[in-house]
């Protein structure tokens, strides 16, 4: 039975506790009292259990996608159009996508905890950070859905990453990609607000692969090589990510492909 089969059922319950555990018990209602009891009891699931992760990954990224959504004062229609296009790629049945879209009003609230959901998640993450950086770019991707990075937003992501762990260098080499990425991603017409999207260039693709134009060879295929297996969709489910989002993780590692192709052809290795 997958995390939300069992969250849903009562078999899983609501283990999380704290605020990720009060959001989904305000999604999802009477259940809540239910699951904190079974967390008296079964007191053995602790941080890090891939199920639990599994849980804190879907409640953070929604809730915390509708904050920053709000931080410029206003939610576009490009960023709602971003979140359900996400939504979308996830194939989501009715229930979760109604519970995520749930996450995201709650997020928008005033008075979201974000600094107290970004401690759990951490907490609930350990050290996996590669799935750290798949949810920062997720929200990356949903800062750059109306085409720009303005600046309440980055100050909001810069301190989310400082939250998380995250060096602003990272950072900014995450942001450089998400950025290129929208040079390669296919059928986001709903980010560009249906403007016509540009050939990707070789920039963009040196971009995604977080490497220089001035890169050797070698550098190039490293990079390749470690984005790839960063992102290896079985890899990401096995540390916590949602099994409903292998297919965002399946898009970045044919988007970072076609990034290393495009390097190739150029410089005819």
């Not at 709650?106 to 907490?123: A, N, S, Y």
Request: positive net charge; contains cysteine; charged residues 30%.
């Amino acid at each position: 039975m997958s995390w939300w089969g069992k969250l849903a059922g009562g078999a899983f319950g609501f283990m999380l506790g704290g605020p990720l555990g009060a959001l989904l018990g305000a999604v999802l209602g009477h259940n809540l009292d239910k699951g904190l009891r079974g967390l008296e009891q079964e007191e053995h699931l602790g941080p890090g259990d891939q199920e639990r992760v599994q849980t804190a990954f879907f409640t953070a990224t929604f809730s915390i996608m509708g904050h920053l959504a709000k931080a410029d004062g206003r939610v576009s229609k490009d960023e709602i159009a971003l979140a359900k296009l996400v939504m979308e790629r996830m194939d989501l049945d009715s229930e979760m996508r109604k519970a995520a879209i749930d996450l995201f009003n709650q997020g928008k609230q005033p008075h979201f905890p974000l600094d107290e959901v970004l401690d759990q998640f951490r907490r609930e993450c350990r050290r996996r950070s590669t799935l750290i950086q798949m949810f920062i770019e997720i929200q990356l991707q949903a800062a750059y859905a109306d085409g720009r990075l303005d600046t309440a937003e980055e100050q909001l992501l810069l301190h989310i990453c400082r939250r998380l762990g995250i060096p602003e260098f990272l950072f900014r080499q995450l942001q450089r990609m998400v950025a290129a990425q929208h040079g390669f991603a296919a059928g986001a017409g709903a980010r560009g607000a249906g403007k016509a999207r540009r050939r990707p260039s070789l920039d963009d693709a040196y971009a995604m692969l977080g490497v220089t134009p001035e890169a050797t060879d070698a550098e190039v295929k490293k990079a390749y090589r470690r984005l790839m297996s960063q992102h290896h969709p079985d890899k990401l489910v096995a540390k916590g990510l949602p099994e409903e989002m292998m297919k965002l993780a399946a898009e970045k590692t044919g988007e970072i492909r076609k990034a290393y192709e495009q390097i190739r052809e150029a410089r005819g290795f």
